[in-house]
């Protein structure tokens, strides 16, 4: 009844996203989008203390126009908590990172009803820096797509890749449920260091802690394979892992002092260094003994996982090492093997699913990305030529901190391509990666970033589906089907 009232007067200027209408203690709520973009329009009596940039009175009912901010989304989420995030426990669970902070519609189309618990809002601090965001931009924008597709089933927030804890507690003010602490900067790169070397660092940490008279002669079975720590397998564990975890467990205290009621991801996916599954016992068994409680742990396993493209190594190989990993953890219990760089990685899935039995978490996060601008190549070729030159531009300077193998010499020149067939383009690994890492510079570039999200509001419907699509093939394979 409200949506017909507010159709029959206001349908000239505005369309209503439906799937959002929700009421509550005599009130309606829903967003619709006109001229100035997106409102959040609230209908009755006694409106409670929104914000609103114009009200009208119609068949005795007010429609009170609210601008989709945060103060206007705190109030909501007073009224509605399933819009507040929660942490996922070790539900089997998945991650959409949104870099233009408008895909959400698609993520929750891709994953409503899929048994996987979503994690909408995801964004590390170098996409943050890269984009302009902040964690309450990412948490926001997620939170009001959230809402527009009428989805009440929960879901998590995680802040990505935090390696400082400035960024760990702003993040955890900001409400997140989710912290993934990355400790890259302090994991040691084995092939770097001489034996003179490894043995030098590794009587420094026993003079700190004797550790092995903890892990030396300590005997594992794993799939009826026996792991035992000596010597040399001790001291390449501790020179890998020994200070990275020293820096979990202080982020994890600083953050038990601001939040009690959260996941907690150890990431050392970001290393040279494969985790073994005896490296990987190592970190299990420190983070126990400092009493860290983590949800989600992110091993480097074999093989190359580049961004934006599908697993590049041994299957069969991966297949071995994956079971010992569930294994393992399933041995300690009380925690999921995180998957990073998880985008279109399509070939491992089965056999990562099947391994774990749904103690997993994966990550996804350019691969949305690389969906919108496939779709603006579809429908604004000159401005898909525009993004592309400016990806070619600067991709020297974003690849450096990416790991891909994109080489441009093998990158076809766009403007000797068909306007039907630049959709084409994005099935090459190396325009796919040329596109990932370069977003940061596309969208500092204001008259491309304006372009982008314009075409990408006049085609909406086609943003989501193609995003959605997309990400459901993801979904699919780790559910089995």
């Not at 209408?21 to 989008?33: D, P, T």
């Not at 026996?226 to 564990?237: G, I, K, T, W």
């Not at 934006?308 to 071995?320: Q, R």
């Not at 990550?363 to 604004?380: D, F, P, Q, R």
Request: glycine share 6%; hydrophobic share 35%; net charge negative.
């Amino acid at each position: 009844m409200v949506l017909q009232v507010f159709n029959e007067h206001f349908g000239r200027g505005y369309t209503v996203y439906e799937k959002s209408y929700r009421e509550k203690e005599g009130l309606s709520f829903f967003l619709a989008k006109g001229e100035e973009g997106k409102v959040l329009v609230v209908v009755g009596q006694n409106v409670p203390r929104f914000s609103f940039f114009k009200k009208h009175r119609v068949n005795g009912k007010e429609f009170f126009f609210c601008k989709p901010n945060h103060e206007n989304l705190e109030i909501l989420r007073g009224i509605f908590p399933d819009l507040k995030p929660i942490r996922a426990g070790l539900k089997p669970s998945f991650g959409t990172g949104d870099r233009l902070g408008i895909t959400t519609p698609a993520h929750v189309r891709a994953l409503r009803g899929s048994g996987l618990f979503p994690v909408f809002a995801q964004q590390s601090v170098r996409e943050n820096e890269r984009t302009g965001r902040i964690w309450r931009n990412v948490l926001d924008d997620a939170t009001w797509g959230v809402f527009q597709e009428g989805y009440t089933e929960r879901f998590g927030a995680d802040a990505d890749h935090v390696k400082n804890p400035e960024d760990l507690v702003a993040a955890a003010r900001e409400g997140f449920s989710m912290f993934t602490v990355d400790p890259s900067d302090h994991v040691r790169n084995l092939s770097k260091l001489s034996e003179r070397e490894k043995n030098e660092i590794f009587e420094e940490i026993l003079r700190k802690e004797r550790i092995d008279k903890i892990y030396l002669g300590k005997k594992y079975s794993v799939l009826g394979e026996r792991l035992e720590f000596d010597e040399r397998n001790l001291r390449d564990a501790a020179l890998v892992y020994y200070d990275a975890i020293a820096h979990v467990d202080m982020m994890y205290q600083i953050l038990k002092e601001e939040t009690s009621d959260f996941d907690f991801e150890v990431s050392v996916d970001e290393t040279e260094t494969p985790t073994s599954p005896l490296f990987h016992i190592f970190v299990v068994e420190e983070l126990r003994r400092r009493d860290v409680e983590f949800t989600n742990l992110a091993l480097r396993f074999i093989g190359e996982w580049e961004k934006g493209i599908d697993y590049k190594g041994d299957l069969g190989l991966f297949e071995k090492e994956i079971k010992m990993h569930a294994e393992i953890a399933r041995m300690f219990e009380g925690y999921k093997l995180s998957l990073h760089s998880g985008s279109d990685k399509f070939s491992v899935y089965p056999a990562f699913s099947s391994a774990t039995d749904g103690l997993f978490h994966v990550k996804t996060a350019g691969t949305s990305y690389l969906e919108a601008i496939k779709v603006i190549s579809m429908v604004n070729p000159a401005l898909f030529r525009e993004i592309y030159r400016c990806a070619l531009d600067h991709f020297e300077e974003d690849r450096r901190s990416y790991h891909i193998s994109a080489d441009l010499s093998k990158v076809p020149d766009v403007e000797g391509v068909r306007d039907e067939d630049l959709p084409e383009l994005f099935k090459d690994t190396n325009v796919r990666q040329l596109i990932h890492v370069t977003y940061g510079s596309v969208l500092k570039d204001e008259s491309l970033k304006g372009k982008i999200f314009e075409t990408l509001s006049q085609n909406e419907e086609l943003f989501y589906e193609t995003v959605a699509s997309h990400i459901k093939r993801h979904v699919d394979l780790l559910r089995g089907d």
